[in-house]
Every structure is written in structure tokens, then in C-alpha cells.
């Protein structure tokens, strides 16, 4: 890559700046990977991106946008071929993208996925990874290690993690700070019955989990160990907690609202469930025995027709429970413990 910029050093500083300034956004990301003094000069240029993502299957790509039209993507793999290796990753596939594609092959001596990485965060000053998505099936348990250890101490402010293990949940979660966690379609082969409670019981953070109860029907019975119980609820340490297609019943939320009464549940702040059953959830069941009233007026942002219950709590602020119906289809139920 250095061969394309042969002249640009030998330029008076303030000569060269304006160059930079002028130049395309993938030259300008060429020329920085080209020696530490001309990544020095295109950090001073203080280029904005956005949206980062990090996409990890059967590839693994890193892909940023410039602006509405632009983005680059850069598929990394290595020519070596020996065992894969995420330490060897010299070569990148480059997409860019603004209205039509061009597309470029890129050879870094030395990098791994990591150095690709930093060099992107440092050079455009961008601190975090908006998303992480990692394909647990085409993306062997042996590899989730790896790019665990890979991306060790990164933020991530939201990671999918679709055929999921529970080892491979731990991995990324011991190693990355992640903000909002999403989990899909565990991988059955290398999930237990309890493999869900230990998941919800580890994870410190906001958490959508994607239940999967209907493949049951299909044969898959493993699959309903991923569905959350109200025993995996009970011992949850999650703060923020969505759970889609729930099995959980009027009679489960009535026991989990009183443990949330009795101050049992200590870190969860908000709690959603989704379903497509009409019958599953009856309030009078669900709140029999427990103290609620019915407030006079709906707060903003909730939909016309949605039911609301504040619920005292023991020694602390009250639930706020809302129950919506969308189009007669979709069935929600939030809980909210931050609203005082």
C-alpha cells in the first residue's frame, strides 16, 4: 500500500495536511495503515465514522459508515494454512460501498483481527463497538474462545449471539465489556436444562432473549431448556431483562411480582415480555394478592388501551406494570422498576 503514496511525506507539513484533507476516505484509510508517522497524520485530520460493527460466522468482517451513503467493510482472513487463526489475519478483503461497490485486497504484514481493530478505534477516534454478532454454529466454540481472548477489555454497546453455548456466553462475557447482550437460537448439542439459569444468574447487564417454545413442536425438545422459567426468573441478576415468545403464566408472574415486592429480586430494573398467546396472561390471576392501584391518568409514551397497575414495594420504589395489545396479535408486558 505504500507504493501508492510515494510523494505525500516528502511534502512540507502544511502542504501535506491539505492533500489529506482532499483525499478519498479509503485512500485516506490506505495511507494510514502505511507507517506510524502517516497514521499520526490522518489521526490529526479527526475524520469522524460511525456505526462499527464486527461480524463473526463462517467470515469475520469489521464495517463502518462514513455518511448516509458511504461505508467500508473489511473482510480479514490470513493465507496461512495451518489452523485458523485470529492472530494472523494480514489480509483484508475490502469492500467500499458509496452508491455502487468497489471492491480492493488489502495485506497488512503482521495484524490480526485485533490490530485491524485498534488501528480503526485510534486512527478515527471511535472508543467502542456498536455491534458485535457472533454465529455460534458457524463459529466453533474453540473460535468464540479465541475472539474472546482477541477482543479482550473492548466495549461493545450491543452484542447478538445467535446458537449460543453457555461456555461461549461466558467467554465473551468474561472479556468484554458489553452493554446490551442478545441471545438466539442456543445450540442445542451444548446446552443442559440448566444452562439458562446459570446464564441469567452470571449476566450484570440488559439482556433481550429470544424463547423459542413453538420448536418444540417440531421435535426439538432441548430447545425448551432455553425457554425461561420462573425459577430462572427468581435467581435472574440481569438489570434490564426482555424476554420474546414467554412461556411464563399469570400464576409464574404473580410469584415472581411478590419476590420483586419483598425486595428478594435486588439488581433487575426492567423486565418485558412478549408473547402471541391471547390467554396467557389474566390480570386478575396475576395480581391476586398483591396491592396495586390504578393510576388516573396514562403516562406519556404509553399506547391508547394499554392497561397500568403501580405496585408498592417494601422499603422501595413502586412497579409500574403495563399490559399493551398490538393489533391483537402481540401481547406485552412491562415492568418497570426505575419510574419511582
Not at 464495517?63 to 489480509?91: A, G, M, P
Not at 452493554?179 to 450484570?204: C, G, Y
Amino acid at each position: 500500500m505504500a507504493a501508492r503514496f510515494p510523494l505525500l511525506l516528502r511534502l512540507p507539513e502544511k502542504n501535506l495536511r491539505i492533500v489529506l484533507e482532499q483525499m478519498g476516505f479509503l485512500d485516506l484509510l490506505a495511507f494510514s495503515l502505511c507507517s506510524k508517522i502517516t497514521k499520526a497524520h490522518t489521526t490529526q485530520l479527526k475524520r469522524k465514522i460511525d456505526n462499527l460493527k464486527l461480524h463473526a460466522s463462517i467470515v469475520v468482517n469489521i464495517s463502518f459508515r462514513l455518511t448516509n451513503q458511504e461505508e467500508i467493510r473489511l473482510d480479514v482472513k490470513t493465507d496461512r494454512f495451518d489452523r485458523w487463526n485470529l492472530n494472523f489475519c494480514e489480509i483484508a478483503n475490502v469492500t467500499y460501498t458509496v452508491g455502487y461497490q468497489q471492491q480492493f485486497c488489502w495485506k497488512k504484514k503482521g495484524f490480526g483481527l485485533r490490530d485491524w481493530i485498534n488501528h480503526i478505534m485510534e486512527t478515527f477516534n471511535y472508543p467502542v463497538i456498536d455491534r458485535l454478532r457472533l454465529h455460534g454454529y458457524m463459529f466453533p466454540l474453540a473460535n468464540s474462545r479465541q475472539i474472546s481472548k482477541v477482543l479482550n477489555g473492548l466495549k461493545v454497546k450491543n452484542m447478538d449471539f445467535w446458537n449460543y453455548t453457555e461456555d461461549g456466553v461466558f467467554n465473551i462475557r468474561s472479556n468484554l465489556e458489553i452493554v446490551a447482550l442478545t441471545l438466539a437460537f442456543p445450540d442445542s448439542e451444548h446446552f443442559s436444562e440448566l444452562s439458562t439459569r446459570r446464564i441469567l444468574s452470571e449476566n450484570q447487564t440488559n439482556m433481550i432473549h429470544h424463547s423459542m417454545p413453538f420448536m418444540a413442536e417440531m421435535g426439538v425438545d432441548r430447545v425448551l431448556y432455553s425457554c425461561i422459567t420462573v425459577n430462572d426468573l427468581l435467581v435472574n441478576n440481569c438489570t434490564q431483562l426482555t424476554i420474546s415468545r414467554s412461556i411464563l403464566t399469570s400464576k409464574d408472574m404473580n410469584i415472581f411480582l411478590k419476590h420483586w415486592i419483598n425486595g428478594s429480586i435486588k439488581t433487575l430494573e426492567f423486565l418485558e415480555l412478549q408473547t402471541y398467546v391471547q390467554t396467557q396472561w389474566n390480570m386478575k390471576i396475576l395480581l391476586k394478592d398483591i396491592d396495586h392501584k390504578i393510576p388516573c391518568r396514562v403516562e406519556n409514551g404509553v399506547p391508547r388501551g394499554a392497561k397500568m397497575f403501580r405496585i408498592p414495594r417494601i422499603d422501595s420504589s413502586n412497579l409500574f406494570m403495563t399490559y399493551i395489545v398490538h393489533d391483537d396479535r402481540k401481547y406485552v408486558l412491562k415492568i418497570d422498576a426505575r419510574c419511582g
